[in-house]
């Protein structure tokens, strides 16, 4: 049976009269157990992967737009379907810069630094620049 019991000094100490495993039984069977034994048995460790993504409006070419998701071929022609507000009056879109985040979490802080002041700067000058002539 376990006890709520202190972590330093002598009241951290286990009764002599009974062992402390190392492990409660709950770790040995629960839902971690079973993720961690799945993913063990697949073969491979597969995660999605988060894109940010910068699309631009064919019509309408000083128009871009900034977003992140888990399907980018799914959402572009979602963007083209009309099926966004924010992108609907716009379309068509052609996808422009991309850029893929093993983390969700990262992705989304990436998206929300492109769409800051600074982070707009940024893109126009390093991701969505036009090719130009070369300097002679």
Same mark, same amino acid.
């Given at each position: =049976?376990?006890?709520? @019991?202190a972590t330093r000094g002598a009241a951290a100490q286990c009764p002599k009269s009974e062992a402390c495993p190392a492990k409660p039984t709950? $770790?040995?069977?629960?839902? #971690?157990?079973? +993720? $961690?034994?799945? *993913? @063990?048995?697949?073969?491979?460790s597969w995660?999605? =992967?988060?894109c940010v993504y910068i699309i631009r409006s064919i019509n !309408?070419? &000083?128009q871009e737009y900034i977003g992140?998701?888990?399907?980018? &071929? @799914? #959402? /572009?022609?979602?963007?083209?379907a009309g099926k966004?507000?924010?992108?609907? *009056? !716009?379309?068509?879109? &052609?996808? /422009? +810069?991309?850029?893929? !985040?093993?983390? *969700?979490?990262?992705?989304?802080e990436f998206e929300k630094y492109? *769409?800051?002041?600074s982070g707009r700067a940024f893109a126009k000058k390093r991701l969505t620049r036009e090719a130009r002539a070369p300097v002679q």
């Open positions: =049976m376990w006890y709520l @019991r709950w $770790a040995k069977t629960g839902w #971690r157990a079973k +993720w $961690a034994s799945a *993913k @063990r048995d697949s073969g491979f995660a999605p =992967m988060w !309408f070419p &000083e992140a998701t888990a399907d980018l &071929e @799914r #959402r /572009i022609p979602d963007h083209n966004s507000t924010h992108t609907a *009056k !716009f379309k068509p879109w &052609e996808l /422009i +810069w991309y850029c893929a !985040f093993p983390d *969700k979490y990262a992705a989304l492109l *769409k800051s002041h």
